[in-house]
């Protein structure tokens, strides 16, 4: 069991991997970080939840870090708003994007960062 230095995440899922997108996912895979290592603590059910019940759903299980792949700007803002941190654009295997986050390189050499989707071009980053 971890104590109390540890963080709280949440990483919406499909199947085995990190959904594509944060407003549609029906499941959250909860986790505390700490140290390097993490362990799971449970999944939430956010099927057919609105943006505002989501928020409530991640606040009632003391989320701090929201991990996901796309999410739309106003939720982004609103979790921000209400002291959540969001790391987007992330993709893969959900326990491979949560050891390379509790690892602190998820933006290293495994690939894991911004999505480059289908058209969009690189401008500065």
Not at 22 to 43: C, K, M, N
Not at 95 to 114: D, K
Request: aromatic content about 8%; hydrophobic content about 45%.
């Amino acid at each position: 069991m971890m104590d109390s230095g540890s963080t709280r995440c949440a990483v919406p899922v499909f199947g085995r991997d990190v959904a594509p997108r944060y407003d549609v996912a029906a499941l959250f895979q909860v986790f505390e970080v700490e140290g390097g290592r993490f362990e799971a603590r449970g999944t939430l059910n956010a099927s057919g939840l609105d943006c505002e019940a989501r928020l409530a759903l991640l606040r009632g299980a003391h989320v701090q870090v929201l991990l996901c792949g796309g999410i739309r700007r106003f939720d982004m803002f609103r979790l921000v708003a209400e002291g959540i941190r969001v790391i987007p654009g992330l993709r893969g295997p959900v326990e491979a994007v949560v050891a390379a986050f509790a690892q602190g390189r998820l933006n290293g050499p495994l690939g894991w960062g911004r999505g480059r989707g289908k058209g969009r071009r690189r401008r500065g980053w």
